[in-house]
């Protein structure tokens, strides 16, 4: 065993939403302790979710979901390795007898560490923000056929970098309105079943 990992869900108002949480944590730790005690090694990750249907067609729910991972060395009192995530998607979905529709918006965080263990130097690290919109659309075109789409927008970003001599880097992504390119994603699909 590895690891240990939990969840718990609890509906509520009289079953029209529901609320559950979910989490892992490691015990490489104690493993690694045995056969290299200058080292610590790490993870865990969660998820939260809250939903709720507000009528038999439409539903609001929000998810937040995210991760650690890391591995230092405790003699020199040096972090080599930190990733982590956060994730935060609110959305709302309208469903009929021919079509589903998601609106959402989801902010994000991004974090990324390496270091070099046999230097000085404290290494490199990233961060970024995000938030993002989302339409997805399924609609039922014929008894055989759906038309699929979807779209994304980054509506602000920002990445902040160190780098490996210690200077500071950082870009601020427009919004989409004022990007041109990839920035504002669409595809849409037709799919026959």
């Known amino acids: 065993m590895f690891d240990a990992a939990a969840f718990v869900e609890q509906p509520f108002a009289e079953g029209r939403g529901s ?6 944590y490691s015990y490489t730790q104690a493993l690694l302790s045995l056969v290299a005690p200058d080292y610590t090694l790490g993870y865990g990750d969660y998820q939260i979710r809250a939903a709720y249907n507000l009528s038999e067609r439409d539903k609001i729910s929000l998810f937040a979901f995210g991760a650690n991972d890391e ?11 930190d990733v982590g995530f956060g994730r935060v998607d609110l959305r709302y979905d309208r ?13 994000g965080t991004d974090s990324q560490l390496n270091a070099d263990e046999n230097t000085t130097n404290p290494g490199s690290y990233r961060r970024s923000r995000g938030l993002r919109l989302r339409m997805e659309t399924d609609q039922r075109v014929a008894r055989r056929v759906r038309l699929i789409d ?5 509506l602000c970003g920002s990445v902040a970098r160190k780098t490996d001599g210690g200077s500071k880097a950082k870009r601020r992504e427009q919004p989409a309105s004022s990007r041109q390119g990839d920035a504002a994603q669409s595809y849409s699909q037709t799919y026959g079943f």
């Open 150 to 154: 979807a779209r994304e927008a980054l």
């Open 71 to 81: 591995l230092g060395n405790d003699k020199t009192a040096k972090k080599l390795f």
């Open 95 to 107: 469903t009929t007898e021919d079509s589903r529709t998601r609106l959402a918006v989801t902010f």
């Open 19 to 24: 609320v559950s949480l979910a989490g892992r």
